[in-house]
C-alpha cells in the first residue's frame, strides 16, 4: 500500500504563485513515476504533468513554461512550482503514483485562480 498526501493549494490572483507537495509513504519503489492531474468543474481529469525517478518530465502543453515540477527521492516526494496562474488553471489537483503494478492517488488539493 502507497498512501499519497497532498498540500499547498489556495487561493491566489491571476498572475499568482503556488506551490505544490505530495509525500508519498508506505512501500514505494525506488523506480516510480509521480506527477500531478487537475479536474476542473464539469470536465475530465487531465494530465499537467509527470516526472520518473530518473527526472524525465512531461508536461501538458497548456502549462509549459509556467509549472515547473521537481522530486526529492530521498523524501518521495514531489513538489509542482506554479508561477503565472491563470483562472483557467482552477481545479483539484491531485497527485498520482505508479510503481510496477499499482496506482495509487491523492485526495486533491484545490487551485483557485481568481481573474
Known amino acids: 500500500q502507497v498512501q499519497l498526501v497532498e498540500s499547498g493549494g489556495g487561493l491566489v490572483q491571476a498572475g499568482g504563485s503556488l506551490r505544490l507537495s505530495c509525500a508519498a509513504s508506505g512501500r514505494v519503489l525506488s523506480s516510480n513515476l509521480m506527477g500531478w492531474y487537475r479536474q476542473a468543474p464539469g470536465k475530465q481529469r487531465e494530465l499537467v504533468v509527470i516526472?520518473?525517478?530518473?527526472?524525465?518530465?512531461n508536461y501538458a502543453d497548456s502549462v509549459k513554461g509556467r509549472f515547473t515540477i521537481s522530486r526529492d527521492n530521498a523524501k518521495n516526494t514531489v513538489y509542482l512550482q506554479m508561477n503565472g496562474l491563470k483562472p483557467e488553471d482552477t481545479a483539484v489537483y491531485y497527485c498520482k503514483l505508479i510503481q510496477a503494478t499499482l496506482v495509487a492517488w491523492g485526495q486533491g488539493t484545490q487551485v483557485t485562480v481568481s481573474s
Open positions: 516526472i520518473s525517478s530518473v527526472g524525465t518530465t
